[in-house]
């Protein structure tokens, strides 16, 4: 047959999602299982939101405010940023998709750690950019040193993700502002912040409030996780206004949907409720991971809402006995599980699971 689409994409992997509920439901008759697996939060929407969907219901019919005003105007107010330094679009993957595209020509270079996000080189190569991968320190941390020795007068973007996916280990500001200080000023530093919520430690820096007026540094934030809306794909970027101006020249129009900008609006009246909802995941999060470590499994430290087995080439079984026991966890191989942390009840679940599946 003619061949349609570009070749070079056949070597892509294709993104692989979190296994689901009706995944079990069909393959092994598990009717309700625990899904731990794409770092949501499962305390169900914020309250306000449900009716905030209702209400714009009413006008689907209409295209949204493609300026996003109302929400930029809140965003602005709530992390002290212009609204013209601010981008949003449909999820923070979409926005990284919309920044490489209006940073890179193809052929330029984007560096970034491995592993990390399993969404960035496949961002990486529908630009038609060279993906250069870095990897992780004997900790499973980003090594910045060895990525800012990786840039080369191709390099267009550079992506530190922290805390970091699927490891959770974060940088801390010491190591970032060196960092920062020694990549070129024609490199734009991506600091995918889409885990911020859950941090913790206080040498971790906030990159909107630390970095943000740095002329060549971008920060992605999602309402996703913490914000409790990843089914309705909403994301927003901090940049100099130039940056910004570009990236919204390439999104695509009408991304931030209605019904994304009436729940985001809801959501940001919500902060204390996330707050007290990110509380109580980082405290499980500090008891699976002891309880995990007791298990002589070597976790790291984790500043997000899930943590990291580096179990190496057990993945397969192991996902597969959480599975039987109707627990849904994320394989990556041949390095590691990441297990998103649930509710307590679901967090038991898993433990029990990961004890037999380890024994
Ligand atoms: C590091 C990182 N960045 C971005 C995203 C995507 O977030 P969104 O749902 O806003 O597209 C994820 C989602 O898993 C993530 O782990």
């Known amino acids: 047959m003619t061949r349609l689409t570009r070749p070079d994409l056949d070597a892509l992997p294709d993104y692989v999602p979190g296994r689901n509920v009706a995944d079990l439901a069909r393959e092994l008759g598990i009717a309700e299982a625990i899904k731990l697996a794409s770092n949501e939060v499962p305390f169900g929407p914020l309250p306000g939101v449900p009716d905030a969907v209702a209400a714009a219901v009413a006008n689907v019919h209409r295209y949204p405010d493609m300026g996003v005003v109302q929400l930029r105007d809140k965003l602005s107010d709530r992390y002290g940023v212009p609204a013209s330094r601010l981008v949003t679009g449909c999820g923070s993957v979409a926005l990284s998709e919309h920044l490489v595209k209006a940073a ?86 991506v600091l995918d912040e889409a885990y911020r919520e859950f941090v913790t430690d206080d040498s971790v820096p906030d990159g909107i409030e630390v970095y943000g007026d740095r002329p060549n540094v971008v920060v992605l934030r999602t309402l996703s996780k913490a914000w409790g809306l990843a089914g309705l794909r909403i994301g927003f970027l901090v940049a100099q206004p130039e940056v910004a101006a570009a990236v919204r020249k390439v999104v695509t129009p009408f991304s931030t949907n209605l019904i994304a900008q009436a729940a985001a609006l809801a959501a940001l009246d919500q902060e204390p409720e996330v707050r007290r909802r ?7 999060r500090d008891r699976v991971t002891e309880a995990l470590r007791k298990l002589s499994v070597d976790v790291p430290d984790s500043q997000a809402n899930f943590v990291w087995l580096p179990i190496a080439d057990r993945t397969a079984g192991f996902a597969a006995a959480c599975e039987s026991r109707g627990v849904i966890v994320r394989a990556f191989h041949p390095e590691g599980i990441r297990v998103t942390i649930g509710t307590p009840e679901e967090n038991d679940a898993f433990l029990s699971a990961a004890e037999a599946a380890l024994s």
């Open 278 to 284: 990110a509380a109580l995941v980082v405290a499980e």
């Open 104 to 189: 890179c020509l193809p052929g330029d270079e984007i560096v970034y750690a491995w592993r990390s996000f399993e969404a960035y080189p496949i961002i990486a190569a529908g630009a038609g950019a060279v993906s250069t991968r870095v990897p992780n320190t004997p900790a499973h941390g980003h090594d910045l040193p060895a990525l800012a020795a990786a840039i080369t007068d191709r390099t267009r973007v550079v992506i530190v993700c922290n805390p970091n996916n699927p490891t959770g280990t974060a940088v801390a500001r010491a190591q970032l502002d060196r960092f920062v200080d020694e990549v070129p000023s024609d490199v734009l530093i």
